[in-house]
């Protein structure tokens, strides 16, 4: 069951707060709001599904999942969130935690999950290491599409027939131009096979850099960017 009054309604989302219950503290680089796997877990899912997050970071889709009574996976290349996710929420028969390379999924079987709710990054955004070999965070972006296409490619593996992958993924301005990050990857994810069953458009809220980014917008006269897209797939 849906629940209906709790959950969004329209193509517009916006969440100020980074979620203050449970063991959620908002402080990992470029973590979601917990409302945003709330949303997608609630609509997608049901009781008992297996929910797989394989770029995990500090576990916000898996503390979500947990209090939704839900399975979940949560993985990431990085050691370092995978230890603050185990300081968060304790592993269990229904939790795991583990280190995969979301390009590859190498620890999944074929048609085994119910719902996809991750949350890439957005090419070399924010660089969640310095070396780490396969962390997507350190590629340009022709060299991140093509890894990304690996990743659809698994995302499609994995997830069992007629269930949902949802994606958030954000754009970049370069030399005063936008590089549509989001709509490349949406359409990368079309190509693997993928239907498209939903885009959100996510306001963003608390970004580090915005204030740096307000003076040099109105110096340069460009718009600020201050969304992020959802995109919910189907696999049919
Ligand atoms: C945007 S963050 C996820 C943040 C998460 N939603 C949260 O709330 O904490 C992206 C994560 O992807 C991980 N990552 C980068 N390349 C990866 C890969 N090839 N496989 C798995 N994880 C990867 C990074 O280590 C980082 O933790």
């Known amino acids: 069951?849906?629940?209906?009054?709790?959950?969004?309604?329209?193509?517009?989302?916006?969440?100020?707060?980074?979620?203050?219950?449970?063991?959620?503290?908002?402080?990992?680089?470029?973590?979601?709001?917990?409302?945003?796997?709330?949303?997608?877990?609630?609509?997608?899912?049901?009781?008992?599904?297996?929910?797989l997050d394989q770029f995990v970071g500090s576990g916000t889709t898996l503390i979500e999942a947990k209090r939704l009574n839900r399975r979940c996976i949560g993985s990431d290349i990085n050691e370092n969130a995978l230890n603050i996710c185990r300081q968060r929420i304790d592993e269990s028969n229904n939790i795991f935690i583990k280190k995969q390379d979301a390009r590859y999924l190498n620890l999944l079987?074929?048609?085994?999950?119910?719902?996809?709710?991750?949350?890439?990054?957005?090419?070399?955004?924010i660089e969640y290491s310095k070396n780490i070999q396969g962390d997507l965070s350190l590629l340009e972006l022709d060299e991140f599409y093509n890894q990304m296409e690996l990743v659809a490619k698994s995302c499609y593996r994995v997830l069992k027939p007629n269930k949902y992958c949802a994606i958030l993924m954000g754009d970049r301005r370069k030399k005063g131009l936008i590089e549509p990050i989001g709509f490349n990857t949406m359409n990368i994810f079309i190509q693997l096979g993928f239907k498209l069953k939903e885009i959100v458009i996510k306001?963003?809220?608390?970004?580090?850099?915005?204030?740096?980014?307000?003076?040099?917008?109105?110096?340069r006269n460009f718009l600020l960017i201050a969304h992020e897209y959802l995109f919910v797939f189907i696999k049919k």
Not at 109 to 123: E, F, G, Q, R, W
Not at 203 to 219: A, G, R
């Open 1 to 51: 069951m849906i629940f209906i009054n709790t959950i969004e309604k329209t193509t517009v989302w916006s969440f100020p707060d980074r979620g203050n219950w449970l063991t959620h503290k908002g402080d990992y680089p470029g973590n979601w709001s917990p409302h945003v796997p709330k949303n997608i877990i609630l609509r997608y899912s049901t009781e008992g599904d297996i929910v």
């Open 109 to 125: 079987k074929n048609n085994s999950i119910d719902l996809i709710c991750t949350h890439p990054p957005y090419a070399d955004v």
């Open 203 to 219: 306001e963003q809220h608390n970004c580090k850099n915005t204030d740096k980014w307000k003076e040099i917008s109105l110096k």
